[in-house]
Structures are given as structure tokens and as C-alpha cells.
């Protein structure tokens, strides 16, 4: 993602353009959630709904992906 989308100017310097980022996906099924200190409150949602919420593009990319790999059986 752009630094500058996140920080509104290139707080690290001209050099850093982009902020990389990575997402992964976990069977949680049968799983107990727990949330650290981070986090006050989570829900799960469907695929719809779920990308709605989110605010980033490359987390509703990551979403698509998922969801892609999900519906296809390409995990």
C-alpha cells in the first residue's frame, strides 16, 4: 500500500514508497477465539458483509483471494 495513503507525506524518507503487507488465512473451525489486548471486540461474518467493513483495498483483495481459494478448493 502506499505510505503516503497511510501517513498522508513519506514519513520515512523519499526511498519508502510502499508499506507491504501480507495476510493469511486459518481454518479456525472448532477453534475457541480469544482477543489479546489488541483488540476489543471480533466477529465472523459473511464474505459480503465482511468486505463492506473493510476500509483498505488490498485487505478486501486479500478477502477476495480467500474467499476465491475457498470456493474453488484451491487451499
Do not use: C, Q
Given at each position: 500500500?502506499?505510505?503516503?495513503?497511510?501517513?498522508?507525506?513519506?514519513?520515512?524518507?523519499?526511498?519508502?514508497?510502499?508499506i507491504?503487507?501480507?495476510?493469511?488465512?486459518?481454518?479456525?473451525?472448532?477453534e475457541?477465539?480469544?482477543?489479546?489486548?489488541e483488540?476489543?471486540?471480533?466477529?465472523?461474518?459473511?464474505?459480503?458483509?465482511?468486505?463492506?467493513?473493510?476500509?483498505?483495498?488490498?485487505?478486501?483483495?486479500?478477502?477476495?483471494?480467500?474467499?476465491?481459494?475457498?470456493?474453488?478448493?484451491?487451499y
Open positions: 500500500m502506499p505510505v503516503v495513503n497511510v501517513t498522508k507525506n513519506f514519513l520515512w524518507g523519499n526511498d519508502v514508497l510502499l507491504y503487507e501480507y495476510a493469511f488465512g486459518v481454518d479456525a473451525t472448532n475457541e477465539m480469544r482477543l489479546s489486548r483488540h476489543t471486540k471480533m466477529e465472523w461474518l459473511p464474505y459480503d458483509e465482511a468486505t463492506k467493513k473493510l476500509k483498505w483495498d488490498s485487505n478486501k483483495n486479500a478477502l477476495w483471494e480467500l474467499n476465491y481459494h475457498l470456493i474453488n478448493n484451491k
